[in-house]
Protein backbone atom coordinates (compact mmCIF):
# COMPACT_ATOMS: atom_id res chain seq x y z
CA UNK A 1 0.00 0.00 0.00
CA UNK A 2 2.76 2.33 0.58
CA UNK A 3 4.34 1.59 -2.66
CA UNK A 4 1.04 2.92 -3.80
CA UNK A 5 0.64 5.86 -2.63
CA UNK A 6 4.20 6.61 -3.64
CA UNK A 7 4.02 5.55 -7.39
CA UNK A 8 0.49 8.14 -6.64
CA UNK A 9 2.00 11.08 -5.17
CA UNK A 10 5.58 10.68 -7.86
CA UNK A 11 2.54 11.04 -10.48
CA UNK A 12 0.78 13.77 -9.63
CA UNK A 13 4.14 15.21 -9.44
CA UNK A 14 5.25 15.05 -12.52
CA UNK A 15 1.81 16.22 -13.77
CA UNK A 16 2.41 19.74 -11.79
CA UNK A 17 6.03 20.47 -13.78
CA UNK A 18 4.40 21.44 -16.99
CA UNK A 19 5.06 24.95 -17.82
CA UNK A 20 1.67 25.81 -17.57
CA UNK A 21 0.88 25.20 -13.92
CA UNK A 22 0.87 28.53 -11.60
CA UNK A 23 0.29 26.56 -8.18
CA UNK A 24 3.10 26.32 -5.70
CA UNK A 25 4.45 22.91 -5.96
CA UNK A 26 4.78 20.70 -2.68
CA UNK A 27 8.94 20.52 -2.82
CA UNK A 28 9.01 24.13 -2.95
CA UNK A 29 6.83 24.22 0.37
CA UNK A 30 8.66 21.55 1.81
CA UNK A 31 12.15 23.58 1.08
CA UNK A 32 11.02 26.59 3.02
CA UNK A 33 9.90 25.20 5.77
CA UNK A 34 13.02 23.20 5.44
CA UNK A 35 14.65 26.98 5.19
CA UNK A 36 12.92 28.50 8.08
CA UNK A 37 14.06 25.65 10.53
CA UNK A 38 17.72 25.38 9.60
CA UNK A 39 18.46 28.88 8.63
CA UNK A 40 20.28 29.94 5.93
CA UNK A 41 19.80 27.22 2.57
CA UNK A 42 20.77 27.76 -0.77
CA UNK A 43 18.82 26.09 -2.80
CA UNK A 44 15.70 27.04 -0.70
CA UNK A 45 16.81 30.42 -1.09
CA UNK A 46 16.65 30.42 -4.60
CA UNK A 47 13.65 28.56 -5.11
CA UNK A 48 11.63 30.76 -3.06
CA UNK A 49 12.95 33.92 -4.39
CA UNK A 50 11.44 32.23 -7.90
CA UNK A 51 8.41 31.46 -6.15
CA UNK A 52 7.40 34.16 -3.18
CA UNK A 53 5.18 36.06 -6.45
CA UNK A 54 2.83 32.55 -6.70
CA UNK A 55 2.09 32.26 -2.79
CA UNK A 56 -1.74 32.94 -1.91
CA UNK A 57 -2.26 36.62 -1.34
CA UNK A 58 1.07 37.67 -3.07
CA UNK A 59 0.43 39.86 -6.29
CA UNK A 60 3.62 42.16 -7.59
CA UNK A 61 2.30 45.77 -8.11
CA UNK A 62 0.88 45.98 -11.99
CA UNK A 63 -0.65 48.75 -13.86
CA UNK A 64 -3.22 47.45 -16.08
CA UNK A 65 -2.43 48.84 -19.67
CA UNK A 66 1.14 49.19 -19.11
CA UNK A 67 3.98 48.53 -21.69
CA UNK A 68 7.48 48.04 -21.75
CA UNK A 69 7.82 49.54 -25.41
CA UNK A 70 6.49 53.29 -25.79
CA UNK A 71 3.99 53.94 -28.34
CA UNK A 72 2.81 49.87 -28.14
CA UNK A 73 -1.10 49.30 -27.68
CA UNK A 74 -1.72 46.98 -24.93
CA UNK A 75 -4.29 44.01 -25.59
CA UNK A 76 -3.66 41.16 -23.40
CA UNK A 77 -3.33 37.64 -23.98
CA UNK A 78 -5.48 35.28 -22.05
CA UNK A 79 -3.67 34.32 -18.99
CA UNK A 80 -4.02 30.75 -19.85
CA UNK A 81 -0.87 31.97 -22.03
CA UNK A 82 1.37 32.91 -20.54
CA UNK A 83 2.73 32.65 -16.89
CA UNK A 84 3.42 35.19 -14.13
CA UNK A 85 7.24 36.00 -13.11
CA UNK A 86 9.28 38.83 -11.93
CA UNK A 87 12.16 38.48 -14.70
CA UNK A 88 14.83 39.45 -15.11
CA UNK A 89 15.66 39.06 -11.50
CA UNK A 90 13.89 35.30 -11.35
CA UNK A 91 14.81 34.78 -14.86
CA UNK A 92 17.60 36.36 -16.73
CA UNK A 93 16.52 37.22 -20.17
CA UNK A 94 19.39 36.69 -22.67
CA UNK A 95 17.39 35.82 -26.12
CA UNK A 96 15.09 37.53 -28.55
CA UNK A 97 13.13 35.12 -30.67
CA UNK A 98 11.59 36.64 -34.33
CA UNK A 99 8.65 34.44 -35.14
CA UNK A 100 5.95 34.93 -38.15
CA UNK A 101 2.44 34.91 -37.25
CA UNK A 102 1.49 32.54 -40.42
CA UNK A 103 -1.70 34.61 -40.70
CA UNK A 104 -3.34 38.29 -40.23
CA UNK A 105 -2.48 40.35 -37.32
CA UNK A 106 -5.87 40.10 -36.18
CA UNK A 107 -6.26 36.18 -36.19
CA UNK A 108 -3.07 36.46 -34.65
CA UNK A 109 -4.36 38.53 -31.51
CA UNK A 110 -7.44 36.50 -31.49
CA UNK A 111 -5.56 33.27 -30.54
CA UNK A 112 -3.55 34.90 -28.23
CA UNK A 113 -6.60 36.06 -26.40
CA UNK A 114 -7.93 31.99 -26.11
CA UNK A 115 -7.24 30.20 -23.11
CA UNK A 116 -7.43 27.20 -25.49
CA UNK A 117 -4.75 28.27 -28.04
CA UNK A 118 -2.08 27.80 -25.42
CA UNK A 119 0.62 30.16 -26.62
CA UNK A 120 1.25 33.87 -26.89
CA UNK A 121 4.11 35.91 -27.60
CA UNK A 122 4.81 39.40 -26.15
CA UNK A 123 4.54 41.51 -29.25
CA UNK A 124 3.10 41.56 -32.18
CA UNK A 125 4.67 43.44 -35.23
CA UNK A 126 1.91 44.62 -38.18
CA UNK A 127 2.54 45.34 -41.70
CA UNK A 128 2.36 49.17 -41.04
CA UNK A 129 4.93 48.78 -38.32
CA UNK A 130 2.10 49.67 -35.38
CA UNK A 131 2.81 47.08 -32.15
CA UNK A 132 0.74 45.66 -30.14
CA UNK A 133 1.73 44.07 -26.78
CA UNK A 134 0.06 41.51 -25.09
CA UNK A 135 2.41 39.97 -22.49
CA UNK A 136 4.67 41.82 -19.86
CA UNK A 137 8.59 41.30 -20.79
CA UNK A 138 8.76 40.40 -16.92
CA UNK A 139 6.32 37.65 -17.41
CA UNK A 140 6.90 34.02 -19.40
CA UNK A 141 5.53 34.27 -22.53
CA UNK A 142 4.64 30.39 -23.90
CA UNK A 143 5.66 31.32 -27.43
CA UNK A 144 9.20 28.95 -27.85
CA UNK A 145 7.94 25.94 -27.53
CA UNK A 146 10.94 25.22 -24.84
CA UNK A 147 10.58 25.72 -21.22
CA UNK A 148 14.09 27.28 -20.90
CA UNK A 149 13.97 29.06 -24.02
CA UNK A 150 10.19 31.06 -23.21
CA UNK A 151 12.06 31.73 -19.46
CA UNK A 152 14.96 33.38 -20.64
CA UNK A 153 13.67 35.06 -24.10
CA UNK A 154 11.46 37.67 -25.19
CA UNK A 155 9.13 36.47 -27.92
CA UNK A 156 8.01 39.13 -31.29
CA UNK A 157 5.38 38.19 -33.50
CA UNK A 158 5.26 39.50 -36.76
CA UNK A 159 2.13 39.78 -39.32
CA UNK A 160 2.16 37.59 -42.22
CA UNK A 161 3.05 34.14 -44.22
CA UNK A 162 7.02 32.59 -44.36
CA UNK A 163 6.61 31.95 -48.03
CA UNK A 164 5.22 35.18 -48.94
CA UNK A 165 8.41 37.82 -48.97
CA UNK A 166 6.38 40.73 -49.50
CA UNK A 167 4.59 40.38 -46.17
CA UNK A 168 7.96 41.98 -44.75
CA UNK A 169 7.61 45.53 -45.15
CA UNK A 170 10.30 48.21 -44.73
CA UNK A 171 7.75 49.75 -42.02
CA UNK A 172 7.58 46.32 -40.20
CA UNK A 173 11.39 45.47 -40.52
CA UNK A 174 12.05 49.67 -38.95
CA UNK A 175 9.66 49.08 -36.03
CA UNK A 176 10.77 45.65 -34.86
CA UNK A 177 14.65 46.71 -35.05
CA UNK A 178 13.52 49.11 -32.85
CA UNK A 179 11.41 47.10 -30.50
CA UNK A 180 14.47 44.85 -30.23
CA UNK A 181 16.77 46.93 -29.67
CA UNK A 182 15.10 48.59 -26.67
CA UNK A 183 15.10 45.05 -25.55
CA UNK A 184 18.47 44.42 -26.11
CA UNK A 185 19.09 47.33 -24.04
CA UNK A 186 17.32 46.89 -20.93
CA UNK A 187 18.58 43.35 -20.81
CA UNK A 188 21.97 44.12 -21.81
CA UNK A 189 21.37 41.77 -25.08
CA UNK A 190 24.23 41.12 -27.47
CA UNK A 191 23.14 42.46 -30.75
CA UNK A 192 23.83 39.20 -32.65
CA UNK A 193 22.51 36.05 -34.28
CA UNK A 194 23.22 34.21 -31.18
CA UNK A 195 20.67 36.08 -29.00
CA UNK A 196 18.29 36.71 -31.80
CA UNK A 197 17.28 34.14 -33.67
CA UNK A 198 14.67 32.74 -35.20
CA UNK A 199 12.01 30.27 -34.11
CA UNK A 200 13.25 27.90 -36.03
CA UNK A 201 16.66 28.00 -34.15
CA UNK A 202 14.75 26.93 -30.60
CA UNK A 203 15.97 23.18 -29.46
CA UNK A 204 13.02 20.76 -30.01
CA UNK A 205 10.69 23.66 -32.01
CA UNK A 206 9.09 21.79 -34.90
CA UNK A 207 8.30 25.50 -36.20
CA UNK A 208 9.98 26.94 -39.36
CA UNK A 209 9.67 30.72 -38.79
CA UNK A 210 10.68 33.41 -39.15
CA UNK A 211 11.17 31.30 -42.86
CA UNK A 212 13.82 31.93 -45.92
CA UNK A 213 12.45 35.09 -46.89
CA UNK A 214 13.21 36.85 -43.09
CA UNK A 215 16.35 39.07 -44.54
CA UNK A 216 18.77 38.68 -41.50
CA UNK A 217 21.29 40.56 -43.17
CA UNK A 218 18.52 43.59 -43.00
CA UNK A 219 17.14 42.98 -39.75
CA UNK A 220 20.71 42.69 -37.83
CA UNK A 221 21.81 46.27 -39.24
CA UNK A 222 18.87 47.84 -38.74
CA UNK A 223 18.64 47.06 -35.05
CA UNK A 224 22.13 48.25 -34.47
CA UNK A 225 21.67 50.97 -36.13
CA UNK A 226 18.41 51.85 -34.12
CA UNK A 227 20.53 50.85 -30.49
CA UNK A 228 23.11 53.35 -31.46
CA UNK A 229 20.52 56.09 -32.25
CA UNK A 230 18.99 55.61 -28.90
CA UNK A 231 22.19 55.60 -27.22
CA UNK A 232 22.73 58.95 -28.91
CA UNK A 233 19.79 59.83 -27.68
CA UNK A 234 20.35 58.90 -24.49
CA UNK A 235 23.81 60.69 -24.37
CA UNK A 236 22.44 64.08 -25.67
CA UNK A 237 19.78 64.02 -23.32
CA UNK A 238 22.46 63.42 -20.30
CA UNK A 239 24.47 66.02 -21.80
CA UNK A 240 21.67 68.41 -21.86
CA UNK A 241 20.71 67.62 -18.30
Not at 86 to 93: L, Q
Not at 213 to 241: C, F, M, N
Request: charged share 30%; glycine share 10%; hydrophobic share 35%.
Amino acid sequence: MGEKKADAKARAKGRRAQDGDRRVGRRALLIGGAAAAVGSVVLARDELSRLWWRLPSVEKPRKEGEVDFTGAQWVAASSANWRRADRPDDYGIDRVIIHVTQGSFDSAVKVFQDPGHGAAAHYIVRKDGHITQMIRELDVAYHAGNRQFNERSVGIEHEGFVDRPQDFTDAMYEASARLTARICVRYDIPVDREHIIGHVEVPGTDHTDPGPHWDWDRYIPLVRQALSAQEQTQASGTSAG
